[in-house]
């Protein structure tokens, strides 16, 4: 099964079902939570998807998070094309970071199959930004 990205891009669920060990994301302040974002750059898909492998298995560690699949993610720069709904849950990052942060981050949606049943638990959201380390993944919604 494929899926589609905003943008175009396709990747395969399989993709995104196996991680690659990484750093916890660790909760805090305002501060101390946000990132040194920088302009994403032309391969800034591909730097989501991999700071996404790398994080999420620390931040949704339970064994019921595993696997998973990217459903859907989309840059929060002003103007880029969003599916309906994203910009609602961009005020997160807004919330969090202010403007120039969230409009330099992309917003990834995660599918958690073993969850199914429970409407409110099979579904995750995080925020990526490119930072001078590399992408890294700075705020678990849920």
């Known amino acids: ?6 943008g175009g891009l396709t990747i395969g669920a399989a993709a995104a079902l196996f991680a690659v060990p990484g750093r916890s994301i660790e909760a805090g302040n305002r501060a101390a939570s946000c990132p040194d974002a920088r302009v994403p750059g032309p391969r ?14 620390y931040l949704y560690s ?13 840059s929060l720069r002003p103007k880029a094309f969003v599916p309906t709904g994203v910009p609602a849950w961009g005020g997160i990052a807004v919330h969090r970071c202010g403007a ?10 995660l599918y958690f199959p073993k969850l199914a049943a429970s409407p409110s638990l099979y579904e995750g959201i995080v925020f990526a930004a490119r930072t001078p380390a590399g992408w890294r993944v700075w705020y678990r919604y849920r």
């Open 1 to 6: 099964m494929r899926r589609l990205i905003a």
């Open 44 to 57: 800034a898909a591909s730097g989501v998807l991999t700071a996404v492998a790398r994080s999420v298995p």
């Open 62 to 74: 339970q064994p019921e998070y595993k696997p998973y699949q990217v459903t859907a993610m989309a």
């Open 100 to 109: 120039r942060i969230a409009a330099r981050s992309w917003i990834v949606f």
